[in-house]
Nanobody
Framework: QVQLQESGPGLVKSSQTLSLTCTVT??????????WTWIRQPPGKGLEWIGY???????SFNPALKSRTSISRDTPKNRFTLELLSMTPEDTGVYYC?????WGGGIVSVDYWGQGTRVTVSS
């Protein structure tokens, strides 16, 4: 059973960088052909894809966030990390890490989710 657990600060100030880590158990982040992704949900809105890092280490990002997003991984520790620069109150929401066995369908491709972590950006 694959499990994902987000960790990181629940409160950041505007202009700061958000760093969230997703630790994976029950499966390797280098296993073919999975995509390890970050998704968020602002209050009262739908899910928004942030980006992914693939089993091979390749990355892809939402064009709307690409300029201030990076995703990296620590394969010995089986975890991956999101960094989102220049946070604003509009970045407030619940942040999820997740796994998808492919990325053709986007968020609907996800088969395992973390429980989510709430991030609030103060102005």
């Amino acid at each position: 059973q694959v499990q994902l657990q987000e960790s990181g600060p629940g409160l950041v100030k505007s202009s700061q960088t958000l760093s969230l880590t997703c630790t994976v158990t029950g499966g390797s982040i280098t296993s073919n052909y999975y995509y390890w992704t970050w998704i968020r949900q602002p209050p009262g809105k739908g899910l928004e894809w942030i980006g992914y890092i693939s089993y091979s280490g390749s990355t892809s990002f939402n064009p709307a966030l690409k300029s201030r997003t990076s995703i990296s991984r620590d394969t010995p520790k089986n975890r991956f990390t999101l960094e989102l620069l220049s946070m604003t109150p509009e970045d407030t929401g619940v942040y999820y890490c997740a796994r998808a066995p492919s990325w053709g369908g986007g968020i609907v491709s996800v088969d395992y989710w973390g429980q989510g972590t709430r991030v609030t950006v103060s102005s």
